[in-house]
């Protein structure tokens, strides 16, 4: 699980590739146009609700940086909604 004391960031962001079956998945940071992984979750209620999140979808979320580079757990979702919104 996800440690509270990490530094955390907040993306808008475009589903890639939604969530796999190892609770992976592919966004784009909208503003920087790179592409970064979600690999952790600060509870399983915020897992489900990204798990139904397809491709095109767009997320702004609250991110806790990885050990490894453009790798990201989420804590929070702030909104999400068709991609148009962050275009």
Not at 31 to 53: F, G, H, M, Q, W
Not at 54 to 83: K, Q, T
Request: net charge negative; charged share 30%.
């Amino acid at each position: 699980m996800l440690k509270q004391q990490q530094r955390s960031c907040e993306r808008a962001s475009v589903v890639v590739s939604p969530m796999d079956d190892d609770g992976r998945m592919e966004l784009r940071d909208v503003e920087a146009n790179e592409t970064y992984e979600v690999v952790d979750y600060i509870d399983s209620e915020l897992a489900t609700k990204l798990r139904s999140l397809s491709a095109g979808e767009a997320v702004n979320l609250e991110l806790l940086s990885g050990s490894e580079s453009g790798v990201f757990g989420a804590v929070r979702i702030e909104s999400s909604g068709p991609s148009a919104r962050f275009q």
